[in-house]
């Protein structure tokens, strides 16, 4: 799961399939964690029906979660891959796992779903590529101003800096006003930078549209902050 989860939990709680169906196909740890899922007939405020809720299992586990939301939600299934993993026991499968969070930058908040309909459609359809070549970076300056760097992946070719952030800014104005309030802020505020270097990936980890860096001064960029 995510470098969060594994802060929030102490310990790994799932790991990529070798015979992968999706692109972040994982096994979940069964016997580490228990998961349950809110589902559409049984709402909880503030969570979507996929939201994954976490109990520990393990006796020596660090932190003791009940139904604990750690801000992701995925696909739940059963099935049968044949790789090593499920041959240890682990039969139970994470995929499509997306945050449902909020990235908060200026004081303004852009929904986690918005984000990355962004990165997965929006500029993919613009500029090329696919999902995994794009990423933001949220971090801190040396004065702990908030700052956006926005990654493509140089494999799209040459590619104008500036449209590229225009485009993510005017994608992200879409939708009611306060969408918009949140584009000019970000613009006016100079917020959002175009780098072009691939996006961090970690294997058996889920893709990272947003992802947390490191500040001048050497500490890590404050999350994103929960809905809930």
């Not at 049984?42 to 029906?49: E, H």
């Not at 449209?163 to 306060?178: K, M, N, W």
């Not at 000019?184 to 780098?195: L, P």
């Not at 490191?214 to 890590?220: A, C, M, V, Y």
């Amino acid at each position: 799961m995510t470098a969060r989860s594994r802060s929030d939990t102490g310990t790994a709680m799932a790991y990529g399939c070798l015979s992968p169906q999706w692109p972040d196909d994982m096994h979940l740890f069964e016997d580490l964690f228990a998961v349950i899922q809110p589902g559409v007939g049984a709402p909880i405020a503030g969570l979507p029906p996929a939201a994954l809720l976490f109990t520990s299992l393990g006796a020596a586990t660090p932190l003791v979660l009940l139904n604990v939301a750690l801000g992701d939600q995925a696909t739940l299934v059963e099935r049968a891959c044949g790789c090593a993993i499920e041959r240890i026991g682990w039969t139970r499968h994470l995929h499509t796992v997306r945050s449902f969070e909020k990235l908060t930058v200026g004081g303004m908040n852009l929904l986690d779903a918005d984000l990355i309909g962004i990165l997965d459609e929006i500029l993919p359809a613009r500029f090329g590529g696919g999902p995994t070549h794009y990423q933001v970076l949220e971090e801190q300056d040396a004065e702990g101003q908030p700052r956006l760097r926005l990654l493509v992946d140089p494999v799209l070719g040459p590619l104008d800096p500036d449209a590229v952030a225009e485009a993510f800014l005017a994608a992200v104005s879409r939708g009611s006003g306060i969408e918009r309030i949140t584009a000019m802020t970000w613009r006016a505020g100079g917020f959002v930078t175009v780098e072009r270097r691939s996006p961090e990936s970690r294997r058996g980890d889920k893709i990272l549209h947003l992802a947390s860096a490191p500040t001048r001064s050497g500490r890590q960029a404050q999350g994103p902050k929960p809905t809930g």
